[in-house]
């Protein structure tokens, strides 16, 4: 099996599994739709700041803390937690540097979850 990136905490996936009957299909299935939808937050967080629209940001950092939290992506979650708040104070320093990050998350957990399906 393939290490499991920081992004994500083993015992969080180990709960996932349990709850699906110990395999990885229930699991790989949420976790391919969260990076599909995770894309195209990312995206649409892009578009919303080249037109300034903190309301649209906001949406979709909070949108995707959410499923992270709900899928054990814990440090993701955090990471969007603190997005979320800054989106909420209309701050987004570093924006390119917060995008960035949150691509290569999810190309972190793809790679992860690519691996075991």
Do not use: C
């Not at 309301?55 to 603190?82: C, N, Q, W």
């Amino acid at each position: 099996m393939s290490e499991i990136p920081n992004v994500i905490k083993e015992e969080n996936i180990n709960q996932l599994r349990e709850l699906s009957g110990g395999t990885d299909d229930l699991l790989v299935e949420l976790v391919e739709k969260f990076i599909e939808n995770g894309k195209r937050y990312i995206s649409d967080i892009e578009k919303a700041y080249a037109g300034s629209d903190w309301d649209k940001i906001r949406f979709a950092v909070h949108t995707m803390k959410g499923s992270a939290l709900s899928l054990g992506l814990s440090p993701m979650g955090e990471y969007l937690s603190d997005l979320n708040q800054k989106a909420k104070e209309n701050k987004f320093d570093e924006f390119q540097t917060a995008v960035t990050n949150l691509n290569n998350m999810l190309n972190d957990v793809q790679a992860y979850f690519d691996s075991i399906s």
